[in-house]
């Protein structure tokens, strides 16, 4: 099946500062990506879609200017964290899609914001 | 409106019981409906899937989950429990297997 790797798989930060997470088809091109966050015990929340070359559409009640996405290749869509706090801890998966078939996820990236 | 609905936020089964794990769902079109399986700190791993084939759907590891359209169901089974089963389960519904939406998933443990 399709590879879709995310990195880092754990990255711990200072308060204040910016994370970027990316997240890469390695077998295909994904003319979409989504990015889901995870709270401990809870289930996924989809942040935001991204289009290979358009803006990201986000949720309502995400941040856009904290979450910065960019999916500027059909191989690559990067998740930024920006000014990162404690409750931005938490555990990021993105997912792939040719916009055809079905989607595959990334192994997930844990945030800890110190 | 597409959501999903996971019945049970603990289960607990015997080694070598039947593991049975609820999922409804509602969509306003025939959906794609998916098992993903969660081990502590690691991403999710696809138990099986369904994309209007076969109403019951074989997954790996055992598991098997039979659309019900009747019922708007999904429900998730193994036969037999194994310890390495214990993790955390999300059911999942897609329109057309991009965008996810997960149920809030449930908790297996597995008694020895």
């Known amino acids: 099946g399709a590879v879709v790797s995310q990195h880092p798989s754990r990255v711990i930060c200072k308060s204040g500062t910016s994370v970027k997470i990316e997240c890469r088809s390695l077998?295909?091109?994904?003319?979409?990506m989504f990015w889901y966050r995870q709270f401990p015990k809870q289930s996924l929340m989809l942040m935001a879609t991204s289009n290979e070359g358009s803006k990201a559409t986000y949720e309502q009640g995400v941040e856009k200017d904290k979450f910065l996405i960019n999916h500027a290749s059909l191989t690559l869509s990067t998740l930024t964290v920006t000014s990162a706090h404690p409750e931005d801890s938490s555990f990021y998966i993105c997912?792939?899609?040719?916009?055809?078939?079905?989607?595959?996820f990334g192994q997930g990236t844990r945030l800890t914001v110190v | 409106a597409q959501s999903v609905t996971q019945l049970g936020s603990h289960v607990s089964v015997s080694e070598g019981a039947l593991v049975l794990l609820r999922c409804n769902y509602s969509?306003?079109?025939?959906?794609?409906l998916f098992w993903y399986v969660q081990y502590p700190n690691q991403g999710l791993q696809l138990l099986l899937k369904?994309?209007?084939?076969?109403?019951l759907v074989k997954g790996i590891n055992g598991f098997e989950a039979e659309f019900k359209k009747s019922e708007t169901s999904f429900h998730l089974t193994k036969p037999s429990a194994h310890m390495s089963d214990a993790a955390e389960y999300f059911c999942?519904?897609?329109?057309?297997?991009?965008?996810?939406?997960f149920g809030t998933g449930t908790s297996l443990t597995v008694i020895p």
């Open positions: 369904y994309t209007s084939a076969a109403t």
């Open positions: 969509s306003s079109v025939p959906p794609y």
């Open positions: 997912s792939a899609s040719t916009g055809v078939e079905l989607a595959f």
């Open positions: 999942a519904v897609s329109e057309g297997g991009n965008q996810f939406y």
């Open positions: 077998d295909f091109q994904a003319t979409t």
